[in-house]
């Protein structure tokens, strides 16, 4: 089945460093994949997205890029805030067909924390 | 434009009591789904509901039942609590079952079951 696999978190970083968070996926054919951000005490928020391969997703600094001959979608930021502190979660929707079709498989969630 | 709601917000039970957690969205979608999520484990998904009228397992429905009340609301019945479904409950919903339309999540019901 499909499955989604993040980088074991936590993840400390001081303000305006690099930040890489790695996933990979297992899918049929060509899925859409998703980093989804979820704040202390609240609901997942899209982050970005991207739908087919080479494509590249952004927002608020971040960038994922679709890598389909590594299966991965990293996720990256030049120079982290306290403010990005949070769970960031990966996740696929695969194409049409299939028992699976149109639900999500998320990753187990990266927990990233930024300090001053 | 609420986007998706959630009620109540916590809840404590006891082992056996029964209760229903509420999810209404105002974004005219058609996919709306349950989730739980577990430290480390991710969200699984509990039930979804491809459109008003169906409703279909997700991968982990046991203890659960679900009613897809009408289009805007989706229901989520625990008949029996069990201490192993303290948990966090999300809400989301989806334009319709497309693979590149996200989902938009609620605020999530924090649920402790004794």
């Known amino acids: 089945g499909d499955s989604v696999t993040q980088m074991e978190g936590p993840v400390t970083l001081s303000e305006e460093a690099f930040l890489t968070i790695n996933c990979t996926y297992t899918a049929t054919g060509y899925p859409s994949l998703f980093w989804y951000v979820q704040y202390p005490g609240e609901g997942l928020q899209l982050l970005l997205k991207a739908t087919k391969a080479d494509d590249k997703g952004s927002n608020k600094g971040f960038e994922a890029t679709y890598r389909k001959e590594t299966t991965s979608f990293h996720l990256e930021k030049g120079s982290v805030q306290v403010s990005d502190s949070a769970v960031y979660f990966c996740a696929l929707t695969p194409r049409a067909g299939g028992t699976s079709y149109g639900k999500l498989t998320f990753g187990q969630g990266t927990i990233l924390t930024v300090h001053p | 434009n609420a986007g998706v709601t959630q009620t109540p917000k916590f809840q404590v039970l006891k082992t056996g009591q029964s209760m229903t957690l509420q999810c209404a969205q105002d974004?005219?979608?058609?996919?709306m789904y349950w989730y739980r999520q577990d430290p480390g484990m991710g969200l699984r998904l509990i039930y979804y509901?491809?459109?008003?009228?169906?409703?279909d397992k997700g991968e982990v429905p046991n203890g659960y039942n679900v009613s897809r009340l009408n289009k805007r609301e989706f229901s989520l019945r625990l008949e029996s609590a069990a201490p192993s479904q303290t948990s966090v409950y999300f809400c989301?919903?989806?334009?319709?079952?497309?693979?590149?339309?996200?989902?938009?999540f609620g605020p999530g019901t924090r649920l402790t079951v004794l």
């Open positions: 974004m005219n979608h058609n996919s």
């Open positions: 509901s491809a459109s008003e009228g169906t409703t």
């Open positions: 989301a919903s989806r334009e319709a079952l497309q693979s590149y339309n996200e989902q938009f």
